[in-house]
């Protein structure tokens, strides 16, 4: 099974702080993803992803920045976050080969709430 | 740009009742239809796919038909169950790219 690890499941942090999202996956994918989700928006991709040190802005990346040292590791940074940015964040991979087979395995997700 | 539009929810259902969850698209060419669902507390899961038209995903005895002449790809299931209640997301894949476009999700309630 495809295993997607997001290093927390809930977050607490203040205005102005930096703050890391991690993502984690087992399966060797080429591309990974960061979402938000937020009710009545779905889900609305940050920034992804679809090979070491590659990184593409998706439809709402402003706030956000990514790192992508290491295939199995996507990271999600705010460099100072804002109340606007409480939020779920979904991680996403998906192996990247056969585009009309390529299926996106999600991470529990990290609800994080910026006071 | 592609687009995913999903009927407002919540849905609630008696078990053992019938479900329909619309959604149509917006694409141009032929893009990968996809629906997720998301239980309580998790992250989503693909439940089905289509990646051409008339194909008919199915899991789970929940089915969807890729209807181009439409542009649609409604949810259905014969008869819903508790463990159903979650968030069904609607999805597709356009282009030569892997990004997805989701819908704004529909809450599916089902009781007893």
């Known amino acids: 099974d495809v295993k997607v690890t997001q290093s927390s499941r809930y977050l607490v942090k203040r205005t102005g702080e930096k703050v890391f999202l991690e993502c984690v996956q087992d399966m060797d994918h080429e591309n990974m993803f960061w979402y938000r989700q937020d009710p009545g928006l779905g889900l609305r991709l940050i920034y992804f992803s679809y090979d070491v040190k590659m990184k593409e802005k998706g439809d709402i990346p402003e706030g956000y920045s990514v790192s992508r040292e290491k295939k199995e590791r996507f990271s999600l940074i705010l460099e100072s976050a804002s109340t606007n940015q409480t939020s779920m964040y979904l991680c996403a991979s998906s192996s990247g080969l056969a585009l009309n087979t390529d299926t996106q395995y999600f991470g529990p997700g990290t609800r994080l709430t910026v006071l | 740009g592609n687009s995913v539009t999903q009927m407002e929810g919540p849905v609630t259902l008696s078990e053992e009742a019938f479900l329909t969850i619309n959604c149509t698209y917006t694409?141009?060419?032929?893009?990968?239809l996809f629906w997720y669902v998301q239980y309580p507390g998790e992250g989503l899961q693909l439940l089905l796919k289509a990646t051409k038209a008339d194909d008919k995903g199915s899991n789970k005895g929940f089915e969807a038909t890729y209807r181009k002449e439409t542009t649609s790809f409604h949810l259905e299931k014969g008869s819903v169950q508790v463990s159903d209640s979650a968030v069904y997301f609607c999805a597709l894949r356009g282009g030569t790219a892997s990004k997805l476009t989701f819908g704004t999700g529909t809450r599916l309630q089902v009781t007893l």
């Open positions: 694409a141009t060419g032929y893009p990968s």
